[in-house]
């Protein structure tokens, strides 16, 4: 158990359809990050937050947005979707902008 | 980013010693050479890091080319748990930690 927490594990929803997938991190971490992970990409980097603050950006479409809270837990937007964003969306975070990142379970999104 | 190579798969027979290679021959002089771990159906796991010297923790051994162009990460007794796919990744000190990850190394191991 890596301490990070996503929600929900696995999402079905239709082509046109908007989804957030939300994240927990480790007690303490202010770090959050999201990547995706689909079969013919591999693990893609979308975003990362500290403490609040967006602080480096990958590839992340325009329909696909990213917040974290106060609270630290962060939250993951994905509209307009399309059967192409069907994939494993993993959270990790981190203690700092350089420590070693702690992944959660990822969450299964099938878009049909 | 700066870019590594790894062999897509290798094997090993349980309790015999695995070591993993990597090229990252346009490392710069502040990048970390990172390995994560992705076991079936779960998220990567952190295995271990280095700048320059040999690192070893209770997971694995990293060893670092003297010009750092290089690195193998060492699994002194694979178990069956061992199998997944091995993560080289250089973290490049100027973009935070944006971690890219290649296509890794699948690691069976046999019973």
């Known amino acids: 158990d890596s301490g990070v927490t996503q929600t929900p594990k696995h999402l079905i929803t239709a082509t046109g359809q908007r989804v957030t997938l939300r994240c927990s991190p480790r007690?303490?971490?202010?770090?959050v990050y999201w990547y995706q992970q689909s079969l013919d990409q591999g693990l893609q980097f979308l975003i990362q937050?500290?403490?609040?603050?967006?602080?480096a950006k990958g590839n992340i479409l325009e329909r696909f947005s990213a917040q974290q809270f106060p609270d630290l837990h962060s939250e993951l937007n994905l509209s307009s979707l399309e059967l192409g964003d069907s994939a494993l969306y993993f959270c990790?975070?981190?203690?700092?902008?350089?420590?070693?990142?702690?992944f959660g379970e990822g969450s299964r999104l099938t878009v049909l | 980013d700066a870019k590594t190579t790894q062999p897509n798969s290798m094997e090993s027979n349980e309790e015999e010693p695995v070591h993993l290679p990597c090229n990252h021959s346009?490392?710069?002089?502040?990048?970390?050479i990172h390995w994560y771990r992705q076991l079936p159906s779960q998220g990567p796991e952190y295995v271990i890091h280095?700048?320059?010297s040999n690192v070893n923790n209770r997971m694995a051994s990293l060893a670092i080319a003297e010009d750092r162009k290089s690195s193998t990460l060492i699994l002194h007794r694979a178990t069956l748990r061992d199998a997944a796919v091995y993560y080289c990744?250089?973290?490049?000190?100027?973009?935070?930690?944006?971690?890219?990850f290649g296509a890794g190394t699948t690691v069976t191991v046999r019973a």
């Open positions: 007690s303490g971490d202010l770090s």
């Open positions: 280095g700048l320059t």
């Open positions: 937050y500290y403490n609040g603050e967006e602080r």
């Open positions: 990744i250089l973290r490049v000190s100027s973009n935070d930690y944006k971690l890219s």
């Open positions: 346009t490392i710069s002089g502040t990048d970390y």
């Open positions: 990790a975070s981190s203690v700092d902008r350089t420590g070693e990142l702690f």
